[in-house]
């Protein structure tokens, strides 16, 4: 099994890297923020908590987040490995994470932060608000909140993994190809069975 976990701000590219990467890699894919916008598009009584605080651009509660893991892994029992994206994002969750992966004999393999201007976050959300229907990409003020949630509780799970010496940097700006591509040089020696491409 090959875990990784994609790193970064908001609007650092993650979801659109993580489509690519999935598809090369044959991971499972696995975003909180795509589990809770489906829990709020069912109208579940957590997709209703977790709205508000979304819309405000901040963080749900650990447990929150951390019991959606928790499911999905149990539920994706045969998958060749996982692509976290905007998981973990609080000390809290990487320590959850990690027991939990302990429990399936099974850790990260590596963390691929991705590193993006903050102007660039800002310009790219705005841009991304304009068709992606989601209410904290269309609003400067929950973009800028967002931005400070990942400094304030997020960037400290880098140094999380840093201690046990599994974050690779990767240069966030350029085109989704050239980032593409500088993800898969982080990858590919990593990965024992690697997908014939
Ligand atoms: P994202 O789609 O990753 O940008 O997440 C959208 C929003 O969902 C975030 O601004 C948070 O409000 C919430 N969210 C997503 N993942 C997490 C997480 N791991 N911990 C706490 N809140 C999260």
């Known amino acids: 099994m090959f875990n990784l976990i994609l790193f970064g701000p908001p609007g650092s590219g993650k ?15 696995l975003s909180t923020g795509d589990l809770l916008r489906s829990e709020i598009a069912s109208h579940t009584p957590l997709g209703l908590e977790a709205k508000s605080l979304m819309d405000k651009g901040h963080l749900v509660p650990d447990e929150v987040v951390i019991g959606m893991i928790s499911s999905a892994l149990d539920s994706n029992a045969k998958a060749r490995g996982f692509l976290f994206d905007g998981f973990p994002r609080t000390s809290a969750q990487a320590e959850a994470l990690d ?11 590596v963390m691929l932060a991705l590193n993006v201007s903050e102007a660039e976050l800002v310009r790219r959300l705005l841009k991304r608000g304009e068709t992606s229907g989601r209410s904290d990409d269309n609003n400067e003020l929950v973009i800028r909140a967002r931005i400070g949630e990942y400094h304030a509780k997020t960037a400290v799970v880098a140094q999380y993994y840093q201690h046990f010496d599994k974050v690779k940097l990767v240069n966030g700006e350029g085109t989704i190809e050239e980032i593409f591509r500088a993800l898969c040089k982080e990858i590919d020696p990593r990965l024992e069975n690697k997908v014939p491409q």
């Open 15 to 29: 979801g659109t890297q993580s489509e690519k990467l999935i598809s090369r890699y044959g991971l499972k894919h």
């Open 99 to 109: 027991k939990l992966l302990e429990l399936k004999h099974t850790s990260i393999g």
